[in-house]
């Protein structure tokens, strides 16, 4: 009789995801990269043999969030050692790249730290990390990561949903001067579009139905053609338009700067580009724009507003604002207030300023006080979630599409969403999930949607150049 064959152990992989969205992104590709190696993703730490935080440099209060997660990784590790399992620590992200070494010395609990330029390297660094704990990769390597890392099994790809990421750019070379992002990933790159568009057609044929094309800049996007050729982000989205199953494209972030007359044209030519485009200004002063070397005034945004409305003159806007930027006045900060009144957003993100060491605007004269920064950030709030709340109860009586994700909270309860990126919620049953549906909207809640199927086919929403 042959002897009974142990089954190797299924190790575990926890990935928490601090910042925007392009972490969200490699967050998953973490995971897929530590899949190919054997290992499956579980939701909470506890669960854990490899722990990893993909964190945020963006603000001084990101940077500190990591520093006291780490306190609570320490406990579950040490838990973990008393009942004879071992748990090793990760920090990725910008705040891996910022901080590097420190973050060891600092943290005791940390096996290991990783940049956003090297977690295809991880199972390497772990394999060091396990001998000696305290590995430091923050290199910008020059292989290309995107090509290194393995695909997001077909299975994996499922349980994500319908809806997926994309990052193709990366980097920023703009230089605002409050912002780290160009010294925590660096200089723009683009992917080639052949990868794109393999990543695009794997996600397709999992299922995925909308997809968000993610870069620091993603409207900067200039990768390279299969004819050789440097392709723009507009070129990418008509060809990615293309692509069976794929019913909705959008990208985010956009620079003014940016918008090309051909992006522009394609909010009017793409049915599948959603009609909502986030597109941050910071502030509406132009005096304040020039001290954030945004290399646009207030009325170039204004200017692009009227050109992006006249080419798709259904389409929502969104924004990013900072307020209490050294030297702002009241009269800027007016302008800003302006500014939101005169352009009407549908969301929008406030921050108030936070000094970052290392960019210029942190050398500079005329820091405002927290107090007046908080008043001014209140204020600007106050006028955004008015605004937000306007935009929401205008849908109230009208028809939209829906693209249904989920089953919602209470029995017999459909989830999607609108054009607009906000939740729906109808009574149908789940056999609508995946599917593209005209809503008619019924009521508004500050973040939400409430509608029922249209029973009559809808009229499709109004392109210009039709
Ligand atoms: N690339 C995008 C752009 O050009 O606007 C923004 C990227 S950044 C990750 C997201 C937002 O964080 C920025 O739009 C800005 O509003 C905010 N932000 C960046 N640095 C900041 C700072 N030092 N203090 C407060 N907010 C900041
Ligand atoms: Fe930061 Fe400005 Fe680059 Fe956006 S454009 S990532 S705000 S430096």
């Known amino acids: 009789m042959s002897e009974p064959v142990e089954k190797p152990q299924i190790k575990a992989v926890y990935v928490k995801s601090y910042g925007c969205q392009m972490n969200v992104y490699d967050s998953q590709r973490m995971a897929d990269v530590m899949g190919a190696e054997g290992y499956r993703e579980v939701a909470t730490p506890e669960e854990a043999d490899l722990i990893l935080l993909n964190t945020c440099h963006i603000r001084e209060r990101a940077a500190e969030k990591v520093y006291s997660e780490l306190g609570r990784m320490r406990v579950i590790k040490e838990e973990a050692k008393a009942a004879g399992r071992k748990v090793m620590v990760g920090v990725a992200g910008c705040v891996a790249q910022a901080e590097g070494e420190e973050i060891v010395k600092r943290a005791k609990v940390v096996d290991l730290v990783v940049g956003p330029q090297s977690y295809h390297r991880l199972p390497a660094l772990i394999a060091r990390a396990a001998v000696r704990p305290g590995v430091v990769d923050t290199e910008f390597p020059v292989e290309d990561k995107f090509r290194a890392l393995p695909a997001a099994t077909e299975a994996r790809t499922r349980s994500r949903g319908l809806t997926a990421f994309v990052t193709v750019q990366e980097g920023c070379d703009k230089f605002c001067t409050f912002c780290v992002v160009p010294y925590t ?18 996600l397709a044929d999992a299922g995925v139905r909308e997809v968000t094309l993610l870069g620091q800049n993603v409207n900067a996007y200039h990768g390279m053609g299969p004819d050789g050729s440097e392709w723009t982000l507009a070129r990418l989205l008509r060809r990615l338009a293309e692509v069976p199953g794929i019913a909705r494209l959008r990208y985010t972030t956009s620079h003014p700067r940016e918008m090309t007359d051909d992006l522009v044209a394609a909010h009017r030519d793409l049915p599948q580009l959603m009609p909502y485009l986030h597109l941050p200004v910071q502030s509406g002063s132009s005096a304040v724009l020039k001290r954030m070397n945004r290399k646009h005034s207030r009325d170039d945004y204004f200017r692009l507003v009227d050109r992006i409305r006249a080419a798709r003159p259904d389409i929502a806007l969104s924004s990013d604002f900072i307020v209490g930027f050294p030297g702002e006045t009241d009269a800027d900060f007016a302008d800003t207030l302006d500014l939101v009144r005169r352009v009407g957003f549908a969301a929008a993100y406030t921050f108030s300023y ?16 927290e107090g007046l920064k908080t008043a001014r950030l209140h204020e600007l709030q106050a006028l955004v979630a008015a605004q937000q709340q306007a935009f929401q109860q205008s849908l109230v009586g009208r028809t939209v599409d829906v693209l249904f994700e989920k089953a919602g909270r209470k029995p017999g309860q459909v989830v999607g969403r609108s054009p607009y990126l906000s939740p729906v919620q109808v009574i149908g049953s789940s056999s609508l999930i995946g599917s593209i549906l005209p809503v008619r909207i019924t009521g508004a809640k500050t973040n939400s949607l409430d509608g029922e199927l249209a029973e009559t086919s809808h009229i499709p929403e109004v392109h210009a150049a039709e």
């Open 185 to 202: 990933r660096g200089a723009e790159v683009s992917r080639p579009v052949a990868q794109v568009l393999g990543e695009v057609g794997k």
């Open 354 to 369: 936070s000094s970052r060491p290392g960019t210029p605007g942190a050398e500079m004269d005329g820091h405002l006080d």
